[in-house]
């Protein structure tokens, strides 16, 4: 089983839900990545079900974090609307890997308009 796809779809599952708007575009992006990274679907379905607590991220590589934090800013822009409980499930995820909050309010402004490599994300890292 790969532990790391299954918190990170748990972890988007739960952002789409923050706002008890499951919307058609954000269940389709959690599919899609389930399906690149050939997760089974049926599993997805069981964690949209019943979603995991999400615990730890620490032991992520630095990788696997960005990985994370840019999926879920992906995931809140999907529908059109940013909505505060969204805004502030991120900023708990963003601390939960290692970054400052306000790390969510940059990506939310910049993601799509300059490339990924200039977000400067370590200008966020928590000391």
Not at 59 to 79: C, G, P, R
Not at 85 to 98: P, T, V, W
């Amino acid at each position: 089983m790969d532990i790391v796809t299954k918190k990170k779809l748990n972890i988007l599952i739960q952002l789409a839900m923050a706002d008890h708007d499951f919307a058609t575009v954000e269940r389709e992006l959690i599919y899609r990545i389930a399906r690149e990274k050939n997760y089974p679907l049926t599993d997805v379905e069981e964690l949209i079900r019943n979603p995991e607590p999400i615990g730890t991220l620490g032991a992520l590589s630095e990788s696997q974090k960005k990985d994370y934090l840019l999926s879920s800013i992906e995931l809140v822009l999907a529908d059109h609307r940013v909505v505060d409980s969204e805004i502030i499930f991120s900023q708990h995820i963003a601390m939960k890997l290692g970054y400052r909050k306000g790390v969510v309010d940059h990506l939310v402004a910049n993601f799509g308009k300059r490339p990924v490599e200039d977000l400067q994300l370590s200008q966020f890292q928590q000391v």
